[in-house]
């Protein structure tokens, strides 16, 4: 069993910047797909960001340029820097770990068979 945990969430302004942690309870992370996964009131769970065992990182169209998904192996610990933000990015944050993929990581909730409690970060305008 794997417990994830996420920190970081916050209010901020517009153009602000947060950083959001997932720390996970065994290193067993190092070997998965972990990814961060948003939800806002009334929509679906949407992706945001994956990373692979080889630290290669994916990102949503919406977020490229401004987000950045990170690992530190040593800490068990997932990253998401997120800069520039908009109002469009309040949503509550999940992070989530993905036992069976390695590196071709999935970008839809299924394959993820562990989940964070969610962190909420609220942008306004």
């Known amino acids: 069993q794997v417990h994830l945990v996420e920190s970081g969430g916050g209010s901020v302004q517009a153009g602000g910047s947060l950083r959001l942690s997932c720390a996970a309870s065994?290193?067993?992370?190092?070997?998965?797909?972990m990814a961060w996964f948003r939800q806002a009131p009334g929509n679906e769970r949407e992706w945001v960001a994956t990373?692979?065992?080889?630290?290669?990182?994916q990102y949503v169209d919406s977020v490229k340029g401004r987000f950045v998904i990170s690992r530190s192996t040593d800490k068990n610990t997932l990253y998401l820097q997120m800069n520039s933000l908009k109002p469009e990015d309040t949503a509550t944050y999940y992070c989530?770990?993905?036992?069976?993929?390695?590196?071709?990581?999935?970008?839809?909730?299924?394959?993820?068979?562990?989940w964070g409690q969610g962190t909420q970060v609220t942008v306004s305008s």
């Open positions: 990373i692979n065992l080889e630290g290669r990182p």
């Open positions: 989530a770990l993905d036992p069976l993929h390695e590196v071709a990581c999935r970008v839809v909730p299924g394959p993820y068979n562990y």
């Open positions: 065994k290193s067993t992370f190092t070997g998965s797909c």
